[in-house]
């Protein structure tokens, strides 16, 4: 038996996207952005303050770093615990080395569990970025419209409070969205988000209150990726930093920069024994000419005035 001649007709099919969130376009092709000073790296560094609820439901998934073992589950508790009491301080140290500002994607129970995390980081001049209520509150399809925005304005309210300063960017819990997610962030007022990762550079995104952009948060360089879910070493976690540096500094020219991010959790990178992984992956950036450190609203402002 045939198939009908309607079958394969599809009204929306074209040379692009399938969605009207943002324009299909290949990276070499795009105009370039030029950083300040000529820079051909904007490196960004995003350590994350995530708080892991002891009672968590993990509904509709655990998240990365979620409670795993028969409730009380101290054990994972208390390592998640580690990074906020221990070894926040060690990344805070690594990147005081090299005068590195940092954008700390930050949980709202953070700021009220950890106020003196959220003074160090402003005492370091680095941005704050909400990264929702906490991890176990994932925003997905099984919210309501009203729930989500309550969620959203509970967050940026606990953390503008807590900073004295407008919050820009967002980071979802585990990166997980709703469809409504993007409209419901830029009717709040956000800039930026960092849950898309399909690109490299920062991008425009269009929603229902206006525009929003994504910028570039990879999660298969990130730390947790590397080490805990693919059981790597050290060294492997080093040289993964350092192959993304050099493959993206030699594309780079002072006229078409690119944009380094490194994602961190202070409860798996901050360890005695994995700490030196970044200083070494650190150095090695650092060591060359034409790397700006910035935070990600300076990126993105530069971002929007380089013509791209």
Not at 253 to 260: A, E, I, S
């Amino acid at each position: 038996m045939s198939l009908p001649k309607d079958y394969l007709e599809y009204p929306l099919r074209r040379y692009g996207m399938d969605h009207e969130r943002y324009d299909w376009s290949m990276l070499p092709q795009r105009a370039g952005v030029a950083w300040p000073g000529g820079a051909r790296i904007a490196l960004w560094v995003v350590p994350a303050l995530e708080w892991f609820p002891l009672d968590m439901k993990g509904q509709p998934f655990k998240p990365p770093g979620a409670m795993q073992t028969a409730y009380p589950d101290f054990r994972h508790y208390t390592l998640r615990d580690y990074g906020n009491r221990v070894g926040i301080y060690r990344i805070m140290q690594a990147l005081e080395r090299h005068g590195i500002r940092a954008t700390a994607a930050v949980n709202a129970a953070v700021a009220v569990r950890y106020p003196h995390l959220i003074q160090a980081c402003r005492k370091r001049g680095w941005e704050i970025v909400a990264k929702g209520l906490d991890m176990d509150h994932l925003h997905h399809g099984g919210l309501s419209v009203d729930e989500e925005r309550a969620w959203i304005a509970q967050a940026l309210g606990i953390l503008n409070d807590a900073t004295g300063q407008k919050v820009r960017g967002w980071l979802s819990p585990a990166k997980s969205e709703s469809f409504q997610t993007l409209d419901l962030l830029a009717e709040a007022g956000l800039d930026y988000v960092c849950d898309w990762v399909n690109d490299d550079m920062p991008y425009a995104l269009r929603t229902s209150h206006g525009p929003l952009h994504a910028m570039p948060h990879p999660i298969d360089i990130d730390d947790h990726t590397i080490l805990v879910q693919n059981h790597h070493t050290e060294d492997d976690f080093r040289d993964a930093l350092i192959d993304q540096f050099d493959l993206l500094y030699r594309e780079a020219t002072p006229d078409n920069g690119r944009v380094m991010a490194i994602a961190l959790h202070p409860w798996v990178i901050g360890q005695p024994y994995r700490i030196g992984a970044l200083e070494q992956a650190l150095a090695h950036i650092m060591s060359h000419t034409g790397v700006w450190t910035a935070t990600g609203s300076e990126i993105l402002d530069a971002w929007k005035s380089g013509g791209a």
